[in-house]
């Protein structure tokens, strides 16, 4: 029986999807390109078994999905050493880089099978001693000669985002957490907006937590061109998404690498992103404009103008070389290799 483990976060706290007890519930309602992949590799036979190890301070039962005679399971343990008294998978994933996974790895290297890591931020690579055979990577420029890298192709679940067709109400829509300003963009984007003529005629969308931050950023800049959506859940942020020209993601490379990115594309949206964002050069074939600190007012000038020609591109990319059948088989086409 061939096993596939993926360690998800050292985050104890219960996510949303965790409510839903049945597979196409799951299927339908789940955002988490993590939680996808591996149930995408069941079904199509790569793997006879799936666990999802996550954290927990008090027991909770496991989540069991059977799938023509195979499973997939999310399991909670207290600690992930926990995890060395089951038996040993073909392969792990390790998503987040954190601390408790290079402490689990490094009591028995061999127990994890064929070890995939995938950080985030500045744990692009592992921090903490532990030992991986290969290191994903979401960006080019974090290569590094050191280790065995390969790229992670990343998309979104086509349950939630998808075209649409609605009519037009803004310029463009702008996914961000104001909990994550430092990483974000939003200060400095909005600084500009007071500062441009051009960018205050647009119409713009908002969305993300803490909106109050940015109503506040808008009034000591003279910005009334923003409406706030607040935070919402991503089935809405689809719609907005659909009703504006272009999505935006301004990470810096603080940030990891952004899904906002990947959700609005596969929405069938355009993207506009800042240079600093984290994001393969795969995915900006079509339907994606890549700006500066120097460039930016001009691209987006000159992309609304021609916005017409752009969303056919990206529609295009979308359903080619976005698709979440392809992004998926992408990455099992390499691992295979290895």
Not at 147 to 154: A, G, H, M, S
């Amino acid at each position: 029986m061939k096993s596939f483990w993926l360690f998800r976060s050292n985050i104890r706290a219960l996510e949303y999807y965790h409510e839903y007890k049945d597979l196409k519930t799951f299927k339908e309602n789940c955002h988490d390109y993590y939680m996808l992949l591996p149930l995408w590799l069941v079904e199509h036979d790569y793997f006879d078994e799936v666990i999802i190890w996550r954290l927990c301070k008090k027991p909770t039962p496991d989540i069991v999905f059977n799938i023509n005679g195979k499973k997939y399971i999310q399991r909670w343990v207290k600690n992930f050493s926990e995890t060395l008294k089951y038996p040993s998978p073909d392969t792990s994933f390790w998503r987040g880089g954190f601390l408790e996974y290079d402490q689990a790895v490094s009591m028995n290297p061999k127990h994890f099978g064929f070890k995939l890591y995938l950080g985030a931020g500045r744990r692009v690579f592992s921090q903490y001693g532990g030992q991986y055979d290969i290191y994903l990577i979401e960006d080019e420029r974090d290569y590094n000669k050191k280790y065995k890298c390969l790229p992670f192709y990343k998309t979104a679940s086509p349950e939630i985002f998808y075209p649409l067709g609605h009519k037009i109400d803004w310029d463009i829509c702008w996914p961000a957490n104001f909990t994550q300003s430092r990483y974000k963009g939003q200060g400095e984007f909005i600084k500009l907006i007071g500062k441009s003529k051009y960018l205050q005629k647009l119409k713009i969308v908002h969305c993300g937590n803490k909106s109050e931050i940015g109503k506040n950023l808008c009034k000591k800049n003279n910005v009334t061109n923003i409406d706030f959506a607040g935070h919402i859940p991503r089935p809405l942020l689809n719609r907005y998404l659909n009703k504006s020209k272009f999505g935006l993601n301004l990470s810096n490379l603080k940030d990891g690498c952004p899904r906002v990115s990947t959700e609005i594309l596969m929405s069938g949206t355009p993207l506009i992103v800042k240079d600093t964002v984290r994001l393969l050069k795969y995915f900006k074939s079509s339907g994606v404009i890549e700006v500066n600190n120097d460039n930016i007012v001009s691209q987006i000038k000159d992309s609304i103008s021609n916005y017409v020609t752009i969303k056919r591109e990206t529609l295009n990319a979308t359903f080619n070389h976005l698709s979440f059948n392809k992004i998926c088989q992408k990455n099992i086409d390499m691992w295979k290799k290895i």
